[in-house]
């Protein structure tokens, strides 16, 4: 066999990084004293996942991405950040004014109207912002991954007006469980953990002038905001409903971008 050169050029990020992940692997191995029996069942839920469609993906987001997001966070005075979550869709609908996000004909949940504005850290509004949105519905499942739910369901992109504003309609998103049957949920069960996230809308925000934000906002009140099985909320990101009575719920929340000038 031919060793091309390719396959000989060292990684020194990569080098740097395994050689603690596999020295901390070692170190659990001989502190547990894991069994064969014990490696065989951690290579088959191994193995199991990696056959689950979005199980990996959605493994590594519950147990690691909170912290990724944590060391990458340098704070520029605009919205926090949030983890994206596996369950991003790139170029979701484009709406048009009214922006409802797209959904069945009588989609099960609390009708929401959430409002809001894009503005720089200088405080000037920025118009024609893009505002990406992805949610899951009332039962807890996000388009695209849960195969009964209509592709493109509850995923929609929009637009700031001249003054930086945008509001949509949508539901109401309910303490969510991630999916349950995968490797994930199983690995959670055994720990006794629960397989909740708070309710949550998804934002991408982004400006040609500005660094794109990711995000999620949560709501006050909501039973899981204090143990979200991934860690992921932030106060910032916290919101109220405004409920008048049976008739309407709003909420709202002003999105601030930092200027690529100011990175
Ligand atoms: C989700 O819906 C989510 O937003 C994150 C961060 C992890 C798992 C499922
Ligand atoms: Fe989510």
Redesign the pocket.
């Known amino acids: 066999m031919t060793v091309t050169a390719s396959e000989t050029t060292t990684d020194t990020r990569v080098q740097a990084i395994f050689t603690d992940v596999l020295d901390s692997l070692l170190g659990i191995i001989r502190k547990h004293q894991v069994t064969w029996e014990e490696y065989r069942v951690a290579t088959e839920w191994l193995t199991q996942a990696g056959n689950q469609g979005y199980e990996i993906p959605?493994m590594l987001?519950?147990f690691l991405?909170t912290t990724v997001d944590d060391v990458n966070f340098a704070a520029q005075g605009g919205t926090e950040c949030n983890?994206?979550?596996?369950?991003y869709v790139p170029d979701a609908q484009l709406l048009e004014r009214p922006y409802v996000l797209p959904q069945r004909e009588a989609e099960p949940g609390e009708h929401l109207v959430f409002s809001g504005t894009v503005r720089s850290t200088d405080g000037s509004a920025l118009a024609g912002a893009l505002v990406d949105v992805w949610q899951?519905s009332a039962a807890g499942e996000?388009s695209n991954i849960h195969p009964t739910v209509p592709e493109g369901n509850l995923r929609g992109r929009m637009t700031t007006d001249a003054s930086g504003r945008f509001d949509f309609e949508t539901i109401v998103p309910p303490p969510?469980a991630?999916p349950d049957g995968g490797a994930t949920a199983q690995l959670l069960k055994a720990l006794g953990r629960h397989l909740i996230?708070p309710g949550?809308i998804?934002f991408k925000v982004s400006h040609p002038a500005c660094r794109a934000l990711t995000t999620?906002i949560y709501f006050e009140g909501d039973p899981f905001i204090d143990s979200d099985v991934?860690g992921?909320v932030k106060d910032s990101l916290v919101i109220g409903l405004v409920r008048n009575g049976e008739a309407e719920t709003r909420c709202s929340y002003d999105f601030v971008l930092t200027p690529n000038d100011k990175l």
């Open positions: 959605l987001d519950v991405s983890v994206e979550g596996p369950f899951a996000y969510y991630i996230r949550h998804h999620q991934v992921a």
